[in-house]
């Protein structure tokens, strides 16, 4: 039977770190893909009785996208141990040898695409990588670490602890839009079949919510859902999606998705204000074959969603990108053909950082090359409009 590559190993080195009391630091991307694969593994190492000595979710805009060097300075104190992160890692050459340095084994369970090589990690997972033999590369992060999950717990888990982890699952692969299909259409369909009548008070806790109750469309509420866990409220570095999906209470819970429900209504009022003006822009130019446009007041956060749609309305890649003092950080967005992490390969000596997927990904660059990267972008995609 064919198996995700390195995925017997990974659970295999997790179940030693939990039998000898390692030190277990999970570390998740703060979307919800992140989110819920923390999750998925926290609850499942717990039911075994493993020593999780820390989470971590890096904030992106302060201290770059992956595995950081300001995350690895607050970590240091608990090594040595095991670091697993999620739904992230695959890219970050220098700091996976520098978490090994500070006596760290290093497990990246990751969906992302490869690079030019593979980071010195002691363990990788990310079906896209050299030699993978399963015939599925779809899955969210959050699919690999509930297929994980299930391998650590074997026969010896609660029927409501493995429906709990399929939902945090389903949830999360339509959050990040993967393909629905294959092994991704069994999670998405185990998971939403058991939601409604779902133990999980974060997830009981929009029942509490007239207007959600009145959605009678299943993918009309798990939007809504996503919507609302995807508004950014970080509190001592936990994001809200955790805070909610994790919440030990009902009610503690429905406080906060109230606060998210008004942060929620400046958040599309802020989405629609930014893509207004990034077409006012574009509307001074000749119709372009890529979308590169930033500012400095722009929110960071919100720049996935900004580019989403001025890529859906144009047709081509959108390249938004925020304005720091020294540096630029920017979302990438695209159409279904176009490879964008293909174009930042190309760019790479002008980049600082870069990666994700072909239709939707990420970048990192100093501000004296934002001309010289967007003159780089338009000669790619003018010779390449279509990618893949």
């Known amino acids: 039977m064919l198996e995700i590559k390195n995925l017997k190993k990974a659970a295999q080195r997790i179940k030693k770190a939990v039998q000898d009391k390692e030190r277990i630091i999970l570390y998740g991307d703060s979307d919800l893909d992140g989110v819920c694969s923390v999750i998925i593994l926290q609850e499942t190492l717990l039911s075994l009785g493993g020593n999780i000595c820390a989470l971590y979710f890096p904030d992106r805009e302060q201290e770059g996208y992956g595995i950081t060097k300001t995350a690895l300075g607050r970590l240091e104190s608990y090594a040595p141990g095991l670091l697993i992160s999620m739904d992230l890692g695959i890219t970050n ?8 340095a500070m006596g760290f084994e290093v497990i990246l369970v990751d969906h992302h695409e490869i690079l030019d090589a593979l980071p010195e990690a002691d363990i990788i997972v990310d079906p896209k990588q050299p030699g993978e033999t399963y015939p599925f590369h779809g899955f969210a992060a959050c699919g690999l670490t509930l297929r994980l999950a299930l ?13 709990g982890l399929k939902e945090l699952a389903a949830l999360a692969t339509v959050a990040d839009m993967m393909p629905r299909k294959e092994d991704n259409l069994q999670i998405i369909q185990e998971g939403l079949s058991s939601m409604g009548s779902s133990w999980r008070p974060g997830i009981k806790a929009f029942e509490q919510f007239e207007e959600f109750r009145r959605i009678e469309s299943v993918e009309v509420r798990i939007t809504q859902m996503i919507a609302l866990l995807n508004v950014r409220d970080v509190e001592y570095g936990i994001p809200a999606a955790y805070r909610v999906l994790a919440a030990k209470t009902e009610q503690e819970a429905v406080e906060l998705l109230r606060v998210l429900q008004e942060k929620h209504k400046i958040r599309k009022d802020n989405i629609r204000l930014y893509a207004e003006r990034v077409r006012s822009s574009l509307a001074r130019a000749p119709r372009p074959v890529v979308i590169f446009e930033g500012d400095e007041s722009f929110d960071y956060i919100l720049l996935g969603s900004v580019a989403s ?15 720091k003092e020294l540096e630029s950080i920017g979302s990438v967005r695209a159409p279904s053909g176009y490879d964008t992490v293909q174009a930042m390969k190309v760019c790479a000596p002008l980049l600082s950082t870069y990666g994700g997927h072909a239709q939707a990904s990420g970048f990192r660059l100093r501000n004296e090359n934002l001309e010289k990267f967007k003159d780089c972008l338009v000669d790619h995609f003018t010779n390449n409009s279509r990618t893949i």
């Open 151 to 163: 391998t650590l717990l074997e026969k010896k888990a609660s029927l409501a602890l493995i429906s």
């Open 93 to 100: 050459f220098e700091e996976i040898r520098q978490a090994r």
């Open 309 to 323: 749609i001025i890529s859906q309305e144009y047709n081509v890649p959108a390249f938004i990108y925020k304005k």
